[in-house]
């Protein structure tokens, strides 16, 4: 909800925000110097002002502006006023009985022995009834009474009373129970804003004045901000809202955009975790907001923060949070508290109510690092005699897994006709600097690991290669890496490696259950499949085999 507000009013801020961009914090661009490693503190960076409250951080526009305005009806008789439809309520319209409401304001001045007559043209209703709130169910047409029933008020009661009856429940602001991997927690400010105090590992949530102050069944919710919700030693946020708005505690810092809290422990270290479990969600869920919000971050990991400061500096223009070590009191005037996962290590469209796609993400990151090429080169016909080569990158390992007969794989991609680059990133490598080495190929190959993450800085269009290793590893490749290489939009092949190549059978034997049974394996459970199939076997492809998939990556080039 956060992020359709947010977009819905960009036209509207446009405007505003042009004028007072002089005094806003701004994000770097991608030509400028890299950003400085993001600093713990609560305002804006060092340098700049804060911006002036945008109108987006009201998080639902009033309801007041948007309602029609009727003209006051004739009054009625008094032999026409019923203690069960109490003129008073008329003053409050909505949605679902404006239309209702004026059917009773019509009936109440017409005699029940009488046709209808329309209303004079100074009392008719012109204005367009308010629009429909996407969190409110359609209104339904209701029968006008006949003009002819023997109680016209008392058939009106009975349309207002269904009416009310059918009012949607109020929709919690904790999505804890969904079909997701994640807890995801929308919060309006309320009186005063949301109070975050970060020490403590609660979010307090005043009454909305929607609510009319006050909140007599006030909840509480316990979640987990990482993106996969049972995951162990993620630090519990308890989200609870109060009562009234004299239950809330004084700010001690009070800031004028939203906060995102979310966790960087879990599974991160490990480069896909990195963008699979974190990076892709937080950016779903923060690059609404333009980089207006300020990210508050619980298991904060100071490596991980300056590993990819570029990306977050670019979806949040302010200093990122501790929240563990932060004892303070800090109201916003909205948050959102977890961040969602679609699926590994890709979007879902179908999924996320403001459009965002693998391709799009993928784009975002060639701005961050300032990529230069979208789409790879294209392969001609005819002899390639001073012809510049197709770039093949081939992602080496350093652990297991690792292909043992790498100098005859780019000895063989080179006589197709590649021009080949070995690629083999340390743990310590600058984001920026390998994204750009990675976006020089055409084509990326490598046995399945974290190492093939980098696909993401690939131009679209470009060739990517998994080689899945033996021990029916197909479906962990397609769910990690194949299905995300076709959201990005990149022409994906995987290769499967057979028994023969495979160093299990030089290290466990032939007739070793690994080797002769890899079903049996699966069927003792992932610690087994993990032991033998990515953590005790290395890679020895056969040529013969694999030449006719780089003859079909050369044609992809073609295309």
């Known amino acids: 909800r956060a992020c359709g507000a947010r977009r819905k009013s960009t036209s509207a801020s446009a405007s505003s925000s042009a004028s007072s961009s002089s005094s806003s914090p701004t994000s770097p661009s991608p030509s400028s110097s890299p950003s400085p490693r993001p600093t713990l503190s609560g305002g804006p960076r060092r340098g700049t002002r804060r911006r002036p409250p945008q109108p987006w951080q009201r998080r639902r526009c009033s309801s007041s502006s948007s309602r029609s305005k009727v003209s006051k009806p004739t009054p009625c008789p008094p032999d026409h006023i019923s203690t069960k439809f109490p003129l008073s309520r008329t003053s409050k319209f909505n949605r679902k009985n404006l239309v209702l409401t004026i059917h009773v304001l019509c009936l109440c001045c017409v005699d029940a022995t009488e046709e209808e007559a329309p209303l004079p043209e100074h009392e008719q209703v012109h204005e367009k009834p308010p629009p429909v709130d996407d969190d409110e169910e359609p209104h339904r047409e209701t029968e006008e009474p006949n003009s002819q029933t023997e109680h016209p008020i008392d058939e009106a009661s009975k349309i207002v009373t269904t009416a009310e009856e059918s009012a949607p429940a109020k929709k919690p602001a904790c999505d804890i129970q969904g079909p997701w991997a994640s807890d995801v927690c929308d919060l309006a400010g309320g009186s005063g804003g949301v109070r975050i105090h970060g020490s403590a590992h609660t979010v307090l949530v005043p009454p909305t004045i929607e609510s009319g102050g006050s909140n007599p069944n006030p909840q509480e919710w316990r979640v987990l901000p990482y993106s996969r919700k049972h995951m162990s030693g993620i630090k519990e946020i308890t989200v609870r809202e109060l009562p009234t708005p004299a239950d809330a505690p004084r700010c001690a810092v009070t800031s004028q955009v939203p906060a995102l809290v979310f966790a960087m422990g879990g599974l991160t270290g490990n480069y896909w975790h990195d963008f699979s479990d974190v990076m892709i969600p937080l950016y779903l869920q923060a690059s609404c907001f333009d980089g207006e919000v300020q990210l508050v971050v619980t298991n904060y990991q100071r490596w991980y923060a300056g590993k990819y400061r570029h990306i977050i500096a670019r979806l949040s223009r302010y ?241």
């Open 319 to 559: 200093d990122v949070v501790d929240m563990d070590k932060d004892d303070q009191v800090r109201c916003f005037p909205s948050a959102v508290v977890g961040i969602r996962m679609h699926k590994e290590f890709s979007i879902d469209p179908a999924k996320e109510p403001t459009g965002h796609s693998m391709p799009e993400f993928t784009k975002f990151l060639r701005n961050v690092f300032a990529l230069p090429r979208a789409a790879p080169m294209r392969v001609t016909a005819g002899p390639s005699d001073g012809k510049k080569k197709p770039r093949m990158m081939i992602i080496s390992r350093r652990h297991p897994r690792k292909l043992v007969n790498v100098d005859e794989v780019v000895a063989l991609a080179k006589r197709i006709g590649f021009e080949v680059v070995i690629g083999d990133p340390p743990f310590n490598v600058d984001v920026g600097d390998f994204a750009r080495e990675v976006n020089a190929a055409d084509v990326l190959m490598g046995v399945h690991g974290a190492g093939l993450t980098n696909s993401l800085f690939l131009p679209t269009g470009a060739v990517f290669i998994q080689v899945n290793p033996f021990g029916k590893m197909e479906h962990i490749g397609e769910v990690d890496f194949g299905t995300p290489a076709v959201d990005m939009g990149l022409k994906y092949m995987a290769y499967s490696c057979g028994t023969e190549e495979s160093t299990l059978v030089d290290t466990l034997g032939r007739d070793h259950p690994a080797v002769k049974d890899p079903e049996s394996i699966h069927r003792s459970g992932w610690n087994k499949v993990a032991e033998f199939y990515l953590g005790k076997q290395d890679v020895k492809l056969d040529l013969q085999r694999f030449e006719p998939v780089l003859l079909k990556a050369m044609a992809m080039l073609r295309e």
